[in-house]
């Protein structure tokens, strides 16, 4: 029994077996008791969604949950009581989960899509801003990949990096990508694609109910189904901008697509004459590697991330200025920050943290959003202010700009990013997924998200 292993004098058993068992036994009381938590989250959680669909005469059937249902014997063996503590929490907690999910995420945030071909994890996802409207994605695995939404099959290959790809943003008039890679460079490349035809029948258009969990088309993406292997390839660049030092992170277009921003980890953001390849300015300042950079739709202004903790707002609107300015909101790395409408910010860091910034005021953030995982890019439904969050621990949450949670995507072991979501992006005019994610196991997704749904739950 368990006593008797506890007991040193009464153990028969040798003093590394008995500690192993030992280990073992805490390692099972610490995971029951996270999940003991966690039911008490999920409890607090549909009370609250009681009180709201009271008025409705709807309930969430989530009473069921029997005080005695978790208990356990302690004279059962380690692999019983693992097993009971598995098979008890499923049983419980499973009824309660879905219902949350049916309520709220399933109708009004749905998987419409996945992406499937890339070889490593994807760190960066991006929508064209012309016609045709493609997807564009970043890996690990030296590639970019454009993708049809609709279709999700791929229609153009790059392979001109010989470092990892870190971020793909499209031009903004032009059939043009950029590219940052870890090679030290960013790319320029023209793609040519055709659009495959939509089938009357593609799982695109199953959209309601239980149907979305069974829209993947493999079990697993590490297999050998590689979309990508039939798909046009582009393997040189138009232009290769090659000043930095070390890794190249991120890129991006300032407004009119004649310039370009590119940043890195040897600390500095370089600003480049497009149709030269000639480095216009070196913005430098930052104490430690850059992690992302964005520019303003509408302004020449770019933005500036780093593991410094703070981020960087350089204003170019004036050919004789170039003015700087530091914001020192976050305690860890700054993973992202983007331009939203209007003079606000939006910035996202490893200290678990989102912060709105007013650019006329930038002493403190006009909101602070608190979760309980680190946030990688960041991005924001202009039209409607939504913040897409994607974080370190699989989940996606969304959020308006005065901090108050909206959603989180669906995820289970059929649906969702089943490891670190790296990305999100917004295409919120788009009728079949108006936002986009991306992470380490080497899937996009495209989702649906009713936004006047949403918002009306607010």
């Known amino acids: 029994t368990c006593v008797k292993l506890c007991t040193k004098q009464d153990s028969k058993l040798p003093s590394a077996i008995r500690n192993t068992l030992l280990e073992l ?11 003991y938590i966690e039911n008490l989250e999920l409890r607090r959680e549909i009370d609250t969604l009681n009180e709201r669909l009271a008025g409705e005469g709807q309930t969430i059937d989530g009473a069921e949950l029997s005080k005695g249902q978790l208990k356990t014997k302690a004279s059962h063996s380690t692999s019983q009581l693992s097993q009971k503590l598995k098979t008890t929490y499923k049983a419980s907690t499973s009824k309660i989960v879905s219902s949350f999910k049916t309520t709220t995420s399933r109708a009004i945030c749905q998987l419409v899509k996945e992406y499937v071909g890339h ?85 695109c258009n199953q959209v309601s109910g239980e149907d979305e969990v069974e829209i993947s088309d493999k079990d697993e993406p590490d297999g050998d189904g590689d979309g990508s292997s039939d798909c046009p390839t582009v393997r040189v660049p138009l232009t290769s901008l090659k000043s930095h030092q070390g890794v190249v992170i991120a890129a991006d277009w300032l407004v009119g697509g004649k310039q370009a921003v590119t940043a890195s980890w040897d600390r500095t953001a370089n600003l480049y004459d497009v149709e030269t390849s000639e480095l216009v300015h070196s913005l430098t300042g930052h104490d430690q590697e850059l992690t992302h950079c964005c520019t303003h739709p509408t302004q ?51 200290d678990r943290t989102v912060k709105v910034w007013d650019l006329k005021n930038m002493r403190s953030p006009i909101a602070t959003i608190r ?32 901090g108050v949670r909206l959603a989180r995507l669906p995820r289970s072991n059929r649906q969702g990013h089943r490891r670190m979501v790296c990305c999100s992006a917004w295409c919120e005019d788009h009728p079949i997924c108006n936002l986009f994610t991306c992470g380490f196991d080497r899937q996009a997704i495209g989702w649906n998200i009713n936004i006047p749904a949403l918002l009306q739950e607010k």
């Open 25 to 35: 036994f805490g390692q099972i009381e610490r995971e029951f008791e996270n999940l």
């Open 371 to 402: 979760t309980d995982s680190a946030v990688n890019r960041i991005s924001v439904c202009v039209g409607q202010r939504i913040i897409a969050l994607p974080h370190d621990n699989r989940q996606v949450r969304l959020f308006d700009m005065s």
């Open 119 to 203: 070889r490593d994890g994807i760190w960066d996802v991006s929508v064209a801003k012309t016609q045709p409207v493609v997807l564009g994605t970043a890996s690990a695995d030296h590639t970019a990949l454009l993708w049809s939404i609709e279709t999700g099959k791929c229609l153009v290959k790059y392979v001109g990096h010989v470092g990892s790809v870190n971020s793909i943003k499209f031009h903004p008039t032009e059939q043009v990508a950029l590219t940052a890679s870890g090679d030290q460079t960013a790319h320029i490349w023209r793609y040519i694609v055709q659009l495959p035809t939509p089938q009357p029948t593609a799982d």
């Open 300 to 350: 020449r202004l770019v933005v500036t991330s780093s593991r410094d903790t703070t981020f960087r707002l350089w204003d170019f609107r004036d050919p004789s200025i170039h003015s700087v300015n530091v914001f020192q909101g976050h305690t860890d790395t700054v993973t992202s920050a983007v331009f939203t409408v209007g003079d606000n910010v939006v910035s996202g860091s490893d």
